[in-house]
């Protein structure tokens, strides 16, 4: 068997491409969305993310505000800055690049957002929510691989999902939305016995741990979905994810790649977010 591939890439594209006529109306009715996105710091992977979101959003006309601030930003400074921005009503998301320099505390900083404008979905109240089957704003990358099995028309209700990895931001709220969506899930992570043991139970498995080639043909079910969030260099300093690419998709039936899968759906989920925000404010306004 050779698994078909779920490109992220043309999903993006796509879905992209549908939100430029919402952006429209939105603009034409004064309600242009706007994303800010705070940079503390030099980490060179946190700048080109962040360039990357910032293009994402012009090429569709979102407005977006960047504010980049030095290394040695204190709390108290980061959290005005926050503050401000949630008292602008042009902002309609608001998004702090992970990670943080060391003295700032991350959890802190994020609970500041307000609400209604975490379009990365990591506020407790939007995890909450999740958790309970009503969220406001979905995490975006596990919003992004919902959406992938969703255009590879895959019936997840009933299905039995294992998840890799348990990290606030990636693994738990992919297990809420996927068991939202009627699977079972199993979610497993560093201390889990046994794993391909597990994954071999799998229909649909996601992984989402940063470890190159965790994921082995010997671990997956044949025919199985293998979405592979993780983000590794190679040797090379090439892209790889956690999955053995080439190996897996032997065995798969269904098979994300990296890059080129779920890294694309994740900025396009953020602009969605973005996107839904304005249209709940010009609702509220109206
Ligand atoms: P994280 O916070 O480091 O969490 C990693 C998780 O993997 C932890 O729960 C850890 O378990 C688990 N784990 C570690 N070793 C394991 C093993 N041998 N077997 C099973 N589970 C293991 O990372 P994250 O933020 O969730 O991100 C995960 C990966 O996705 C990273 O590579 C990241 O770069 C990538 N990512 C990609 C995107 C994208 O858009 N493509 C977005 C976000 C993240 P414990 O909890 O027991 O430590």
């Known amino acids: 068997m050779t698994a078909r591939i779920i490109d992220g890439k043309a999903l993006a594209a796509a879905t992209r491409a549908g939100l430029v006529p919402r952006v429209q109306a939105l603009t034409a009715a004064g309600h242009q ?8 710091g030099d980490d060179p992977a946190s700048a080109v ?13 979102i407005r977006s505000l960047m504010t980049r601030l030095p290394a040695e930003t204190t709390e108290a400074d980061l959290l005005a800055h926050v503050a401000r921005l949630n008292a602008d009503t042009s902002v309609h998301g608001i998004l702090v690049q992970l990670p943080l320099p060391r003295h700032l505390d991350a959890q802190k900083i994020l609970e500041t957002i307000a609400f209604d404008k975490d379009v990365d979905g990591l506020h407790a109240t939007n995890a909450g929510l999740t958790l309970m089957g009503t969220p ?4 975006c990358t596990p919003y992004g691989v919902m959406k992938m099995l969703e255009s590879i028309g895959y019936p997840v209700a009933g299905c039995h999902a294992v998840v890799l990895g348990r990290s606030n931001m990636v693994g738990k709220p992919m297990a809420m939305l996927l068991l939202a969506a009627n699977a ?11 794993l391909g043991a597990i994954t071999r139970q799998a229909d649909v498995l996601v992984a989402a741990v940063g470890r190159r080639n965790l994921v082995t043909a010997d671990m997956v079910k044949p025919g199985a979905v293998v979405i592979d969030v993780g ?13 053995d690419f080439e190996a897996v998709k032997s065995v798969a039936g269904w098979i994300s790649p990296v890059p080129g899968g779920v890294g694309p759906m994740t900025i396009t989920m953020l602009l969605v977010n973005t996107v839904e925000a304005a249209e709940r404010r010009r609702q509220a306004a109206a």
């Open 33 to 40: 969305p706007g994303l800010a996105v705070i940079l503390v």
């Open 49 to 61: 993310y962040v360039r990357n979101k910032v293009k994402a959003c012009e090429d569709i006309g």
């Open 136 to 139: 406001h704003f979905r995490s």
């Open 184 to 194: 079972t899930v199993t979610i497993a992570h560093s201390k889990t016995r046994d």
């Open 231 to 243: 983000t590794n260099r190679t040797p090379e300093g090439k892209l790889a994810g956690d999955v």
